[in-house]
Nanobody, 126 residues
Framework: EVQLVESGGGLVQPGGSLTLSCAAS????????MSWVRQVAGKGLEWVSA????????FYAESVKGRFTVSRDSAKNTLYLQMNNLKPEDTAVYYC???????????????????WGQGTQVTVSS
């Protein structure tokens, strides 16, 4: 059974940093691209970032490019999202999602992932 468990969310001031983690199990982690997707309360999903299987190419939404960095550790079966210079508009529930392919790309909110984590809340506020 595929399991994705996010952690690392919390309250941070504007300009601050957080690192999210997503512990994966139940599948061969290196074989699949992974993504981060967020959802603002009462709004739709927004794709944030993706990374190819085995540490392949990385992709970012324009809204986070230059501030967020996605990475993965195959030894720990863990996906990360380093978030710097956080803004109030980054406030959302952040989900990690498993792709059906090894190669990643730019996506949108309609992309169909086959597994999702439960999400972790990030709140950026002074």
């Amino acid at each position: 059974e595929v399991q994705l468990v996010e952690s690392g969310g919390g309250l941070v001031q504007p300009g601050g940093s957080l690192t999210l983690s997503c512990a994966a199990s139940g599948f061969t982690f290196d074989d699949y691209a992974m993504s981060w997707v967020r959802q603002v309360a009462g709004k739709g999903l927004e794709w944030v970032s993706a990374i190819g299987g085995g540490g392949g190419a990385t992709f970012y939404a324009e809204s986070v490019k230059g501030r967020f960095t996605v990475s993965r550790d195959s030894a720990k079966n863990t996906l990360y999202l380093q978030m710097n210079n956080l803004k109030p508009e980054d406030t959302a529930v952040y989900y990690c999602a498993k792709d059906v392919f090894r190669a990643a790309s730019y996506y949108d909110a309609t992309y169909e992932y086959d597994s999702w984590g439960q999400g972790t809340q990030v709140t950026v506020s002074s």
